[in-house]
């Protein structure tokens, strides 16, 4: 069995994922399929108290780009990229929907327990709105009639309930969002191409195989639990496909420093010599979503805070690693004040082992990132062990 140090296996890591790819001055929508292609989706969240998630990773690996890019590519044809629940809501490449229809399929057989009372009228009428108005929000539909026996009785809630299952089980697309963040659904054959939506009818055994071979390409080494995760596959499933794509060639057992589980190495992986990223990673970037796989790459231990009452919290509420080189040497907490523009360091923290030039590296990251937001300045608070250093720097 192959043996791999940390330091190889976390390059072979962050290579997969695109960060040893040739910067481009200026990023393309070639640029951003290729980002695509090592990523394998991209998260969808509707926090915005810095920048949605579905575009961070994107500027983590291009930098500095226009976000209408990404617009063209998942609201435009030709279009490339379509969102579905892949990892959870997710941006994926469309030639995944024939690939996901056995996804499709078990929500649609587990219906009754997930979207309890939701009736099969209301889905017929709601389908029918949607193939005579598409593309439509939940909202659309709920067009402030009054509540009579004559009307459909719908509500927003009830409305968009009944889209998220017909979303669910492949009979709608989602087309795109709007300005508020709001999904609009139409009917797959005017979303998806039509190469994509007539592709071959796959086997669940056959796409968990595709789905999983895709895994391990983003990841390059990984465990049988990443594998699983990027996904969300069935575990037996995950142990099935491994050992297929390990019979073909294609997945090699290696061992990783450090590691106690065995890992899987994918036959295209590269082990860059070096890596020289400096950027900052959202907290539903793929390379740090599965927390423990990133405390054993990086001994970096990440908990998104969010959701923790403010007095509870460790490091902040929405707290982004510093990528320095291949290691996470820092964490800053951070808020895009867009009415003041400014960008806002609530908090910064370096990590024990940080170099001396994390603070510079950060300062000038943040900078970067001021910039791409639209935002003029850069404010950093008094709070975290590396913010005093770190305003020092933004100051020169």
Not at 202 to 227: D, K, N, Q
Not at 298 to 309: A, L, M, W
Not at 361 to 370: D, F, K, S, T, Y
């Amino acid at each position: 069995m192959v043996s791999l140090s940390l330091d190889q296996a976390r390059r072979i890591a962050l290579g997969a994922q695109g960060f040893a790819d040739r910067p481009h001055a200026r990023p393309t929508m070639r640029t951003l399929e290729r980002t695509v292609q090592r990523t394998g989706v991209l998260q969808v969240d509707s926090v915005n108290v810095l920048q949605r998630a579905h575009y961070m990773p994107l500027y983590s690996r291009m930098g500095p780009y226009d976000v209408d890019l990404l617009h063209r590519a998942s609201e435009r044809g030709p279009r490339r990229l379509v969102e579905y629940l892949a990892h959870v809501q997710a941006l994926m490449p469309v030639e995944l929907w024939p690939v996901m229809r056995h996804r499709m399929e078990r929500y649609r057989q587990r219906e009754a327990r997930w979207w309890a009372g939701i009736d099969g009228a209301l889905k017929r009428r709601i389908l029918a709105e949607v193939t005579e108005r598409g593309p439509v929000t939940a909202r659309d539909l709920d067009d402030g009639a009054p509540r009579t026996k004559e009307h459909w009785g719908w509500n927003w809630s009830e409305a968009r309930k009944a889209l998220d299952l017909l979303a669910a089980t492949g009979d709608v697309a989602v087309a795109g969002r709007n300005a508020q963040f709001e999904i609009r659904y139409d009917l797959p054959e005017r979303v998806i191409p039509a190469a994509h939506l007539s592709g071959p009818h796959l086997t669940e055994t056959e796409a968990h195989v595709e789905l999983v071979r895709r895994a391990a390409r983003s990841h390059g080494v990984a465990t049988l639990a990443c594998l699983r995760d990027y996904y969300r596959m069935p575990v037996e499933a995950t142990r099935v496909a491994v050992a297929e794509l390990q019979a073909a060639g294609e997945l090699e057992p290696v061992q990783v420093e450090g590691w106690h589980r065995p890992g899987w190495l994918h036959a295209e992986a590269r082990m860059p010599r070096r890596v020289d990223a400096r950027t900052l990673l959202s907290p539903f970037d793929p390379v740090v979503w599965e927390r423990d796989r990133t405390e054993q790459l990086f001994g970096f231990r990440y908990r998104i805070e969010i959701y923790t009452p403010a007095h509870k919290r460790v490091h902040g509420y929405y707290v982004l690693p510093f990528l320095l080189g291949d290691r996470l040497v820092a964490r800053v907490d951070l808020k895009a004040d867009r009415a003041a523009g400014r960008l806002l360091v609530r908090a910064a923290w370096a990590e024990p082992a940080a170099p001396d030039r994390t603070a510079a590296e950060l300062a000038a990251e943040l900078v970067r990132m001021a910039g791409w937001l639209g935002l003029d300045d850069v404010l950093v608070e008094p709070r975290g062990d590396l913010a005093a250093a770190l305003e020092v720097e933004i100051g020169r």
